[in-house]
């Protein structure tokens, strides 16, 4: 077994045959490059019992040999592997004793029909891209690339492409993750057979959508799903985390290794009254860098992250991604963005694994495999060292766990910038200083990262900091270490005291008119963003990485993984109906449900059936809103990431809906199987023949059902799960009044008309017409009248039970409308 001799910049590897080395920029790697367009673990060498092979494990940047990207191919002295991009990339130099070069096991992947020649045309050598600590802004005007030509708009700030292919006439260039494409592209985002560049013989150019999942872009537009765009020479397409722009005959190719600027220009928010929150905030992150943000409360540090995000976009200024408009192109960007709130992302009572693999599952086109998904997964609980950690639900992890599980969720997508609110809130010191030095890890590895903190105990590894002072303007922007000699005190402590007791000092006018300010910040407005048409807003709308039934489909599973894993709910789940339904029982125990009368033949009612009836309608009540009234408010950050990230918002309903609602029917069932158990009822209903019993259970059940949907309308409006046993038990009172067994409700102006909205109501008088309760229940004041809901008529049965459906398809659109509340604002526009 030969050994091979591995030659990179100087240094020097000897490769034993007894074993395969891993390639990458993984510390804990056997051949480490630190370069930002070689992946954490990009492939691996071996031995395979007759030769050497590389093999590249799905790299973003790819593997490179003779010009030509490789997936797997035999190697050995003599050979040069390139990683990364075809000509400039970290160069593999092999030698050894090892026998001639073999022939390739797989077929190197390239463009068909491209020159191979421009593989080997000389290159400018593209700048050192290892990560240096910023000792100045990096807000500079962009200069022309070295792959770019004049007129053209910037791509990636100043940066050259990452590589280029020849594009003749007549051509047509696919591109996808499939390995049989044209141009091949590593990443998850991106659908296996996804676009096409079309090159007509008139000199034409357009981009045709192949139905990806995750959308084709054009200046951050989407394009119709299946459609096509013409493209200029200034346009620029949008593929995942790749970008692609036309020069000449030449398709450039720009990959977002992580490595972008971020800058937010003059951005100013404006509440109802004109009061201002945020004030004329600008600064510049540059790249690979992590920038702390601190400020007193009331300084507009929430707002100015859900400005920053997207979120809640500012009434003025600008967010610039790389010079590019977040706003405008937020249906692309927003892939590209990691978002960790100060709750946590996920369902605690799943372990680990199991919540970043439904998290994947929404987040990845519909054509990824469960092997790709599981590889990445993988990938990130590594990087993150949460791989022994995995199989652990998520609650029974520490804090600063918890929260690496939060960002291991968010870097599934690769995200290039990385928001953070509050990370260590509530953690000690020592969880604190944990969570800030993996945030150091997240940008030293080539990730912009955006820290909203309390802490001030960490701020020293932070490349920047943004202090916000009260009202919501920048009082400081600069490196950590000269923000307390700016501010002329020595602790933070001291600093905060002053924004307090200077409350109408112009904190903003001192910063804007310091040194500090000059070399930080001044330059801001030299970076122009890019200039591009924008198409109509109807057409912004971003497409789903997944469809609505897949969608629907995974989130159903989750829900019912949520439920199963909680051992409390589900015995409440049982114990409910079980004790509401006995309830029913101690009432006239064994009474039957018939009318009375008396020898000489006057009908004397009988008031047990509504008594039985009413517990009954009381109890379904009660267990199905108590379902369902946390539900939507306990998941609502949840739900506002999920749903930033292409969730659709009627399949999260509706999963919502189909379990609770068989949890809810369910429990129904037992309920009414219980109450009418011991009683006789008339041995013919009116919908179900003989089967009586089965005819009074269903109202019962869609009454559950009903105040289920009831539920969801009060957790979708309360700001917290506390306000919700309140209104819970409000609506269980209400329901108690308006059943129509308390009193007689028809005749009653005003009160019997409201009382049509309330589910108890017509669930009561559906059983109603099926005992009869005009003749079992007359009306003791004038026995004459009755109500034409409880006629003993299957008509009036099937115009009770249809309201009742009616009431939860309102409730339904209702929580459709509030849901809405909690998306991206830019995302409702």
């Known amino acids: 077994m030969p050994e091979l001799v591995l030659e990179l910049n100087g ?100 463009a068909q029909g491209a020159n191979p020649g421009w593989a080997q045309q000389p290159q400018q050598q593209a700048p050192d891209q290892s990560w240096q600590r910023p000792q100045q802004a990096a807000n500079i005007p962009p200069q022309q690339g070295s792959g770019g030509v004049a007129g053209a708009p910037p791509v990636y700030g100043d940066r050259s492409p990452t590589t280029f292919h020849q594009f003749s006439l007549g051509r047509v260039m696919r591109i996808g993750r499939a390995l049989e494409n044209e141009l091949v592209v590593s990443d998850l985002q991106v659908s296996r057979n996804h676009a096409e560049f079309h090159a007509t013989p008139d000199g034409r150019h357009e981009i045709r959508d192949l ?20 493209l200029g020479p200034n346009d620029i397409v949008g593929v995942g985390h790749s970008t692609f722009r036309l020069v000449g005959d030449r398709l450039e190719e720009f990959v977002d290794t992580g490595e972008i600027s971020f800058s937010a220009r003059h951005l100013t928010v404006t509440v109802d009254g004109g009061k201002q929150i945020l004030k004329d905030v600008s600064f510049g992150v540059p790249e690979k860098s992590l920038v702390a943000v601190i400020g007193p409360s009331g300084s507009g540090k929430s707002t100015l992250l859900k400005a920053l995000t997207g979120y809640r976009p500012a009434n003025e200024g600008d967010v610039l991604y790389d010079n590019r408009n977040l706003y405008k192109q937020f249906a692309e960007l927003r892939q590209r963005i990691g978002l960790v709130p100060q709750d946590d992302i996920l369902h605690k009572e799943l372990t680990v694994k199991k919540a970043l693999k439904y998290a994947a599952k929404l987040r990845f086109p519909a054509d990824t495999t469960g092997k790709e998904r599981d590889a990445r997964i993988d990938e990130v609980l590594r990087e993150l060292k949460l791989d022994i950690h995995k199989e652990k639900k998520v609650t029974s992890l520490s804090g600063g766990q918890r929260k690496r599980v939060s960002v291991a969720l968010e870097l599934l997508t690769k995200p290039s910038l990385i928001f953070l609110d509050e990370p260590t809130s509530g953690l000690d010191p020592g969880m604190d200083r944990d969570v800030m030095q993996l945030l150091r890890g997240l940008a030293d590895d080539g990730r912009t990262v955006l820290v909203v903190t309390h802490s001030v105990a960490e701020l020293a590894i932070c490349d920047k900091l943004l202090v916000m002072a009260p009202g919501g303007a920048v009082a400081y922007f600069g490196p950590p270490e000269e923000a307390l000699n700016f501010f002329g005190y020595e602790t933070w402590a001291d600093v905060f005291s ?65 439920i199963a894993s909680d051992k409390g709910f589900l015995a409440l789940t049982v114990i409910l109906p079980l004790v509401l339904g006995s309830v029913s029982i101690l009432i006239d125990q064994g009474d039957n449900l018939l009318p009375r009368f008396n020898k000489s033949g006057a009908n004397q009612g009988n008031a047990t059936a509504q008594t039985v009836l009413l517990i009954l309608a009381v109890g379904a009540c009660f267990a199905g809103a108590a379902n369902s009234v946390r539900e939507l408010i306990k998941e609502r950050v949840i739900y506002e990431r999920e749903r930033a990230t292409g969730l659709s918002r009627s399949a999260y309903l509706m999963s919502k809906v189909v379990v609770l609602g068989v949890v809810t029917i369910l429990q129904g069932g037992m309920v009414g199987a219980i109450g009418f158990a011991t009683r006789e009822v008339p041995k013919e209903g009116l919908f179900l023949g003989s089967m009586t019993k089965l005819e009074l259970t269903i109202p ?12 969801l309308v009060i957790s979708s409006l309360v700001k917290t799960a506390e306000k919700t046993m309140p209104l819970l038990v409000m609506f269980a009172i209400i329901q108690v009044v308006f059943t129509g067994c308390l009193f007689a409700l028809n005749g009653a102006l005003g009160v019997n008309q409201f009382s049509y909205l309330m589910p108890s109501r017509w669930a009561v008088a559906a059983s109603g017409a099926t005992l009869d309760f005009n003749l079992l229940a007359p009306n003791k004041d004038d026995p004459t009248k009755t109500d034409p ?4 008529s299957m008509g009036t049965w099937t115009l009770d039970m249809v309201m009742l459906i009616v009431l939860a398809v309102a409730c339904g659109f209702l929580v459709a409308r509030f849901l809405r509340r909690h998306e991206p604002e830019v995302m409702r526009k």
């Not at 200046?219 to 299946?226: R, T």
């Not at 019962?700 to 539920?711: D, E």
């Open 11 to 110: 240094r020097t590897w000897t490769l034993d045959a007894a074993r395969p080395y891993t390639l990458g920029r993984d510390p804990q790697g056997d051949i480490v490059l630190d370069d930002a367009r070689v992946s954490w673990r990009h492939g691996t060498i071996s031995w395979d019992g007759r030769s050497w092979v590389i093999e590249d494990h799905g790299s973003t940047n790819g593997t490179f040999v003779q010009g030509q990207r490789i997936h797997q191919m035999e190697i050995g002295p003599g050979s040069a592997v390139h990683l990364g991009n075809a000509t400039d990339g970290p160069r593999l130099k092999l030698s050894g004793a090892a026998a001639s070069v073999a022939q390739p096991k797989q077929q190197p992947f390239a």
């Open 211 to 230: 139905g990806s999942h995750n959308g084709t872009y054009v200046n951050g537009m989407p394009i119709a799903k299946g459609g096509s765009a013409p």
């Open 498 to 562: 002053s924004f307090e007791n200077y409350r109408d000092y112009d904190w903003a006018n001192r910063w804007k008119g310091s040194q500090h300010y000059q070399m930080y910040a001044a330059d801001i407005d030299a970076v122009a963003a890019q200039s591009v048409h924008m198409p109509p807003p109807q057409a912004m709308r971003p497409p789903k990485p997944q469809g609505w039934l897949s969608q629907l489909t995974t989130l159903i599973r989750r829900y019912v993984s949520v």
């Open 700 to 711: 019962i059940m869609a009454l559950g059902f009903t105040s289920m949907m009831f539920g």
């Open 789 to 792: 809901l409880w006629e003993h």
